[in-house]
């Protein structure tokens, strides 16, 4: 059986026992600082190497300069051949008018051109025959004049009957409304049996292969942007898996609130500053989006490497 004063230790055990623990402390101690020091350094060199080199937003959307097609003169449609979401080539037939007024308006105009000619022609030999005579004194100089006169206005109604012949002739083809660009239709208002008018909105064509991508960045992550920087993009629609590469192309003239309806007036009341955002154009590499299309006003993600000019 053991005594009590085997189960106290002794002041020289406590001692040793309080400088293992705190060499322990101490060796956490630098280990914790060896581990802060060592993310800070991998930190450091991320941002220095990599994050300092690239801005970035998820406030990106899909555009293009879609084709607004409309008429050029009246008419009542005919036939319809595309509707929404069809794929179309350039010089398609997209919409007929009835063409029987312009057919009308061509015949009468030929019917003129016609007459104006044989006029012009009869007038003109006219003119030469008494300019060969006037040398000889059988035609007077006032008859020439007179003559000269005649052909003059003969000429300039054969001009006029001309032109109103190739007016008819376009208005006549222009009853046939034809794709403008390869696309896809969209915003189809027109229909079979319609009066249309010279302007109205028929429908509208996507070029999917010049599809671009408007990138609004924070004001203060534009001070190293510029023209030709490489980019690489991410969609909503594919997600990671697919990267597209693209190129900045230009930067807006101004922010989305210096273009709004209403402008902001700072000016006035209490003003609480606001980081404002200005897009930037960026061009998609055409046969990464050939092999994954896109639509307009996708979301995207946009990353500018803006160490590369």
């Known amino acids: 059986m053991q005594s009590a004063n085997d189960e106290i230790p002794s002041l020289t055990e406590v001692r040793e026992s309080n400088q293992n623990n705190q060499q322990k402390r ?10 802060v020091a060592l993310v800070a350094t991998i930190s450091y060199g991320y941002w220095a190497l990599i994050a300092s080199k690239h801005v ?11 084709a607004q097609v409309t008429p050029s003169i009246n ?52 003119f030469d ?9 059988f035609v007077s100089k006032e008859e020439l004049n007179n003559a000269d006169s005649a052909l003059k206005i003969a000429k300039a109604n054969f001009d006029l009957a001309s032109a109103n012949l190739d007016q008819a002739k376009i208005n006549l083809s222009r009853t046939v409304i ?46 190293h942007v510029k023209v030709g920087q490489p980019v690489r993009l991410y969609a909503d629609l594919y997600g990671s898996n697919v990267e597209y590469h693209g190129r900045v192309v230009g930067v807006s003239g101004g ?3 210096a273009f709004a309806l209403i402008p902001a007036q700072n000016a006035t009341g209490n003003w609480i500053k606001v980081v404002q955002r200005l897009p930037v154009r960026i061009m998609l590499d055409q046969q990464e989006l050939a092999r994954h299309p896109l639509q ?10 803006i160490g590369k000019s």
């Open 296 to 305: 307009v006003g996708l979301s995207m993600r946009a990353d500018i490497n």
């Open 75 to 126: 008419g009542i449609v005919k036939t319809i051949n595309v509707v929404d979401t069809q794929t179309v080539k350039a010089g398609d037939v997209l919409v007929q008018l009835d063409d029987a007024d312009a057919q009308v308006a061509l015949k009468q105009a030929e019917a003129t051109y016609a007459r104006n000619e044989a006029d012009w022609q009869r007038t003109k030999m006219n």
């Open 56 to 66: 970035t937003t998820d406030n990106a959307y899909t555009a293009a300069d879609m």
């Open 26 to 35: 101490k060796r956490m101690f630098k280990r914790l600082a060896l581990v």
């Open 255 to 257: 922010t989305g609130a």
């Open 129 to 137: 025959r008494r300019q060969q005579l006037a040398g000889s004194g």
């Open 178 to 223: 034809r794709a403008p660009m390869d696309g896809i239709i969209a915003k189809r208002d027109v229909e079979l049996g319609q009066h249309i008018a010279a302007g109205t909105h028929l429908l509208s064509i996507i070029p999917m292969s010049q599809i671009y991508v408007n990138a609004n960045f924070k004001e203060v992550q534009l001070t």
